[in-house]
């Protein structure tokens, strides 16, 4: 047996518990009916010192019977298990007279004590228990005199003696019950966990799509939450391991390509002698591919950083109209050179609580991608507003659009739409998925819409203040 299994535990506490509220329970019953009987026992001893007032005179200082039958009375006359015996004292506490039976027992009993007048005693006598009442006779206010009244509690020890019986057999027989029952429902209750613990042992990563399934019934809320939170946990997963799979086959595609153009053209030229001009066209290309293979790495980087939260921004007021103005003189030679007009409409009193160098690189990538794709005499527009206590950045063209199929995957890392990578083969397809890194890292949102052929917008939403 498993003593750190968690049946083990919950069998043990379970039956602590039970044996716990049972044992409290026979404790209070056997003091109950303890007191009970004792209480029975009182009333008849002390009705029967009553009975016996009723027969005694007060002459003077003296207390005398009047009626001498009550010693003849069978209970105070034969020496038996129902014997009652009595004693009658005076004012001074000595004995005038005494029952029969006490003289035929020939033991002793102490002498009352004035603490104990008017209440019960209880003492040993010969290994048997004796219940003793002391009933007090006043006479103008002043004690008179003291009847005692005696009788051995053997049936109530008898009684007892069955009780305490009953219940031991009781607690062995409910412990067997309890120690039975309770292993048979905490069975039921961890056997679903069982079930799931058997089911996820065999989730490997060659078996990701299977998901825990416990089948049919009135199951615990909690375990069915706990199903449902590792098949959310292996739905993340199954994710995290296409993705991973995708970016390694994306990662070593991306930089195959720039090393082999290095080997190929490695490769020719130290096939025979060339000219001077041959091997500065072919070291230009190898610069060219190495800067390729460069920059895919130093994105790699950034993003691995920021999805694993070693960049945090260092965020402070930021005018954003001037932000964007310096963009502008940044990508004006470009759209010159394209033919594409440039827009730019923001209020001077637009700031945002943010990291500056990191929102700049983030729209750098989209104006740059809009300028890029989009062709002559076409326009960018960048627009910046306040709207519901956050900063807006939308930038809008007229370029060559997003088609529907690929408009989910743009932030998607090394994804490029066919139309882009026509008009751009070089490209890695790591901007955008910087750009929404970033954004995140800034606590805002982006997002895109486009039409084929007739443009995109981004919009970025960045909070006032944090």
């Given at each position: 047996?498993?003593?750190?299994?968690?049946?083990?535990?919950?069998?043990?506490?379970?039956l602590?518990?039970?044996?716990?509220?049972i044992?409290?329970?026979?404790?209070?019953?056997?003091?109950?009916?303890?007191?009970?009987?004792?209480r029975?026992?009182?009333?008849?001893?002390?009705?029967e010192?009553?009975?016996?007032?009723?027969?005694?005179?007060?002459?003077?200082?003296?207390?005398?019977?009047?009626?001498?039958?009550e010693?003849?009375?069978?209970?105070?006359?034969?020496?038996n298990?129902?014997?009652?015996?009595?004693?009658?004292?005076?004012?001074?506490?000595?004995?005038?007279?005494?029952?029969?039976?006490l003289?035929?027992?020939?033991?002793?009993?102490?002498?009352?004590?004035?603490?104990?007048?008017?209440?019960?005693d209880?003492?040993?006598?010969?290994?048997?228990?004796?219940?003793?009442?002391?009933?007090?006779?006043?006479?103008?206010?002043?004690?008179?005199?003291?009847?005692?009244?005696?009788?051995?509690?053997?049936?109530?020890?008898?009684?007892?003696?069955?009780?305490r019986?009953?219940?031991?057999?009781?607690?062995i027989?409910?412990?067997v019950?309890?120690?039975?029952?309770?292993?048979?429902?905490?069975?039921r209750?961890?056997?679903?966990?069982?079930?799931?613990?058997?089911?996820?042992?065999?989730i490997?990563?060659?078996?990701?799509?299977?998901?825990?399934?416990?089948?049919?019934?009135?199951?615990?809320?909690?375990?069915?939450?706990?199903?449902?939170?590792?098949?959310?946990?292996?739905?993340?997963?199954?994710?995290?391991?296409?993705?991973?799979?995708q970016?390694?086959?994306?990662?070593?595609?991306?930089?195959?390509?720039?090393?082999?153009?290095?080997?190929?053209?490695?490769?020719?030229?130290?096939?025979?002698?060339?000219?001077?001009?041959?091997y500065?066209?072919t070291l230009n290309?190898?610069?060219?591919?190495?800067?390729?293979?460069?920059?895919?790495?130093?994105?790699?980087?950034?993003?691995?950083k920021?999805?694993?939260?070693?960049?945090?921004?260092?965020?402070?007021?930021?005018?954003?109209?001037?932000?964007?103005?310096?963009?502008?003189?940044?990508?004006?030679?470009?759209?010159?050179?394209?033919?594409?007009?440039?827009r730019?409409?923001?209020?001077?009193?637009?700031?945002?609580?943010?990291?500056?160098?990191?929102?700049?690189?983030?729209?750098?990538?989209?104006?740059?991608?809009?300028?890029?794709?989009?062709?002559?005499?076409?326009?960018?527009?960048?627009?910046?507003?306040?709207?519901?206590?956050?900063?807006?950045?939308?930038?809008?063209?007229?370029?060559?659009?997003?088609?529907?199929?690929?408009?989910?995957?743009?932030?998607?890392?090394?994804?490029?739409?066919?139309?882009?990578?026509?008009?751009?083969?070089?490209?890695?397809?790591?901007?955008?998925?910087?750009?929404k890194?970033?954004?995140?890292?800034?606590?805002?949102?982006?997002?895109?819409?486009?039409?084929l052929?007739?443009?995109?917008?981004?919009?970025?939403?960045?909070?006032?203040?944090?």
């Amino acid at each position: 047996m498993n003593y750190k299994s968690l049946k083990f535990r919950l069998n043990l506490w379970y039956l602590f518990v039970f044996i716990l509220a049972i044992l409290i329970a026979e404790a209070l019953v056997y003091i109950y009916l303890d007191r009970s009987l004792h209480r029975e026992l009182d009333i008849l001893l002390n009705d029967e010192a009553k009975k016996i007032t009723q027969k005694l005179k007060f002459d003077g200082e003296v207390l005398s019977f009047v009626d001498s039958t009550e010693f003849y009375e069978a209970e105070h006359f034969y020496l038996n298990e129902s014997s009652i015996f009595f004693r009658v004292f005076d004012k001074n506490l000595n004995v005038i007279s005494e029952s029969e039976n006490l003289k035929k027992g020939k033991f002793v009993i102490p002498q009352p004590r004035a603490s104990k007048l008017g209440e019960a005693d209880e003492i040993e006598v010969n290994g048997k228990r004796l219940r003793i009442f002391y009933l007090p006779l006043y006479y103008n206010g002043e004690v008179c005199g003291v009847i005692e009244t005696s009788k051995f509690e053997g049936t109530v020890q008898t009684a007892m003696g069955l009780l305490r019986t009953s219940l031991v057999i009781a607690f062995i027989l409910t412990f067997v019950l309890v120690a039975y029952g309770g292993n048979l429902i905490v069975s039921r209750l961890i056997s679903p966990l069982e079930r799931i613990i058997e089911k996820a042992d065999k989730i490997t990563g060659e078996n990701l799509t299977e998901r825990i399934d416990i089948g049919a019934g009135n199951h615990p809320e909690e375990i069915v939450k706990l199903v449902n939170s590792l098949n959310r946990l292996l739905d993340r997963l199954e994710r995290a391991f296409k993705q991973i799979s995708q970016f390694t086959s994306d990662v070593a595609h991306e930089l195959l390509t720039p090393l082999t153009v290095i080997k190929d053209e490695v490769e020719i030229t130290l096939m025979k002698k060339r000219r001077s001009n041959e091997y500065i066209s072919t070291l230009n290309l190898i610069q060219k591919q190495t800067e390729r293979t460069i920059s895919i790495i130093k994105s790699m980087l950034y993003l691995a950083k920021a999805e694993s939260g070693v960049i945090r921004a260092n965020s402070g007021m930021v005018n954003v109209s001037d932000l964007i103005g310096e963009l502008i003189s940044t990508f004006g030679l470009k759209a010159k050179q394209k033919n594409v007009k440039l827009r730019f409409y923001c209020n001077s009193d637009v700031f945002v609580y943010s990291d500056e160098k990191l929102l700049f690189e983030a729209l750098r990538n989209i104006i740059d991608n809009a300028i890029e794709y989009t062709g002559s005499n076409g326009k960018v527009e960048i627009v910046c507003e306040k709207v519901n206590g956050k900063v807006k950045i939308s930038v809008s063209d007229t370029g060559i659009g997003i088609s529907e199929d690929d408009l989910p995957h743009i932030f998607d890392r090394f994804y490029r739409g066919r139309n882009a990578f026509e008009i751009n083969p070089s490209g890695a397809g790591l901007g955008l998925s910087l750009t929404k890194s970033i954004v995140e890292i800034l606590s805002g949102q982006i997002e895109v819409s486009s039409q084929l052929g007739k443009g995109t917008k981004f919009v970025i939403y960045l909070p006032e203040k944090l």
